[in-house]
């Protein structure tokens, strides 16, 4: 890809929290987005997980609701180089759903995807064990629509763009299949700390 690496226009002032290469975006927190943020109203949400599991389903706004809460404050890292610190989101653990639909033995990877048609690919290990969100709640306030409310995907130990913004579901699947940016050149697993940003990194 013909982008310049290590370069981001601001100074750099260094931080052991920040992966290499990114830098600290302070207030701001950019939009990204590939589509039209989509009016969703959270009547009209749904999320479902289906594919390599033992009992498939969809949950409601009010189901999701239902299971426990869960909240996650913490950092995060977009492949464009920005990171926010100590942010704070508030939802359900992914491990929730899971433990509900149970993924088969034979399942290794996941494709998220959004009310939108965005897809994102993640290793299963990825989304389990504490590490994964469906993230409703921003600063103790609804998420805004633009980035990605009603719900988003939350997994904030990768690259943002693995978090995807109004989450419809997850598909389990036995093997790794690239989503919207993994297709368009980007690392399949994406960690900022060993700054997989490209296929090939
Ligand atoms: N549906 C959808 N989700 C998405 C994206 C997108 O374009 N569409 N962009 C990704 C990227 S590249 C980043 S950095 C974050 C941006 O989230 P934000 O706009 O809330 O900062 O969302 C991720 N999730
Ligand atoms: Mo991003």
């Known amino acids: 890809m013909n982008v310049t ?9 260094p931080n052991a929290a920040l992966p290499p290469g990114q830098y600290d975006a302070g207030d701001d927190w950019p939009v990204l987005s ?26 409601s706004w009010e189901q999701a609701h239902e299971l426990p809460e869960s909240s996650y404050e913490g950092d995060i890292h977009c492949v464009t180089s920005w990171s926010k610190f100590g942010v704070r989101f508030g939802g359900v653990s992914l491990d929730a759903f ?43 306030r609804p998420l805004a629509p633009e980035h990605g409310g009603p719900a988003r995907l ?7 763009w693995k978090s995807a ?25 994406g960690n900022p700390w060993e700054e997989q940003r490209y296929s090939g990194d």
């Open 5 to 13: 690496r290590g370069f981001t226009g601001r100074p750099r002032v």
């Open 34 to 59: 590939a589509e039209v943020t989509p009016e969703l109203a959270p009547a009209d949400w749904s999320f479902r997980i289906d594919g390599l599991v033992e009992r498939p389903r969809s949950w």
């Open 98 to 140: 899971l433990s509900v639909v149970r993924p088969h033995v034979s399942a290794t990877h996941v494709v998220a995807y959004s009310h939108t048609g965005y897809t994102a690919n993640l290793p299963l290990a990825d989304v389990t064990g504490g590490r994964a969100w469906i993230a409703w709640e921003y600063d103790g």
């Open 154 to 160: 939350l997994v904030p130990h990768l690259y943002f």
């Open 165 to 189: 913004k109004w989450i419809a579901g997850l598909r389990i699947l036995d093997h790794d299949e690239p989503g919207f940016w993994e297709g368009n050149g980007y690392h399949a697993r």
